[in-house]
T-cell receptor, first 119, second 116 residues
Framework: AQKITQTQPGMFVQEKEAVTLDCTYD???????LFWYKQPSSGEMIFLIY??????QNATEGRYSLNFQKARKSANLVISASQLGDSAMYFC????????????????FGKGTLLTVNP | EPEVTQTPSHQVTQMGQEVILRCVPI?????FYWYRQILGQKVEFLVS????????KSEIFDDQFSVERPDGSNFTLKIRSTKLEDSAMYFC??????????????FGAGTRLSVL
């Protein structure tokens, strides 16, 4: 079974509008972390935002926020006021075992969503 | 801002040849990782390394693969006898190694390996 599912292979958004990229996950571990990375066409993987399973509030980092719905096992990335430079592939990832010394464990990635921002 | 550096950016090799992919992790980081991304597919974990030994590895990381920290700054991935299916983008990552939840893995720009 897929641990991380990103159902949108591609998304389009107009510049200055907000966009939501979906991510659902599957784990039986009560302690986990969820990450979003951005991969521009140049190839590097850029960390955007982190949400811990025990965090009481949804994470925010500048124009990025995470809509974390634990019961639904979803961790959607919201990008506000889209910019042309936001055009990239976006990956959702999970790390299990956060509270049992797993903060250095591997990341499991989804297949990604290719976001295109139109002028 | 400190970053993970990978060289070369693109490596072309013949099937059966050995390749070494190089990485310089962020200087105060203690955990190092290799991931790969076959074209059009998701990023997959290969191996993590801490205190000069492998701490976790995936099924992909078989006897053809090895990792080493030959000095205080470099971290390498060696593929002994490359196969066509080893063609992929290989990412190095590093983290501080803190036992806290928000322990972020920072990635390099990747090495694209093409096996002919």
């Amino acid at each position: 079974a897929q641990k991380i599912t990103q159902t949108q292979p591609g998304m389009f958004v107009q510049e200055k509008e907000a966009v939501t990229l979906d991510c659902t996950y599957d784990t039986s571990d009560p302690s986990y972390g969820l990450f979003w990375y951005k991969q521009p066409s140049s190839g590097e993987m850029i960390f955007l935002i982190y949400q811990g399973s025990y965090d009481q509030q949804n994470a925010t980092e500048g124009r990025y926020s995470l809509n974390f719905q634990k019961a639904r096992k979803s961790a959607n990335l919201v990008i506000s006021a889209s910019q042309l430079g936001d055009s990239a592939m976006y990956f959702c990832a999970m790390r299990e075992g956060e509270s049992s010394g797993g903060s250095n464990y591997k990341l499991t990635f989804g297949k990604g969503t290719l976001l295109t921002v139109n002028p | 801002e400190p970053e993970v550096t990978q060289t070369p950016s693109h490596q072309v090799t013949q099937m059966g040849q050995e390749v070494i992919l190089r990485c310089v992790p962020i200087s105060n980081h203690l955990y190092f990782y290799w991931y790969r991304q076959i074209l059009g597919q998701k990023v997959e974990f290969l191996v993590s390394f801490y205190n000069n030994e492998i701490s976790e590895k995936s099924e992909i990381f078989d006897d053809q693969f090895s990792v080493e920290r030959p000095d205080g700054s470099n971290f390498t991935l060696k593929i002994r006898s490359t196969k066509l299916e080893d063609s992929a983008m290989y990412f190095c990552a590093s983290s501080k190694g803190q036992l806290i939840a928000k322990n972020i893995q920072y990635f390099g720009a990747g090495t694209r390996l093409s096996v002919l």
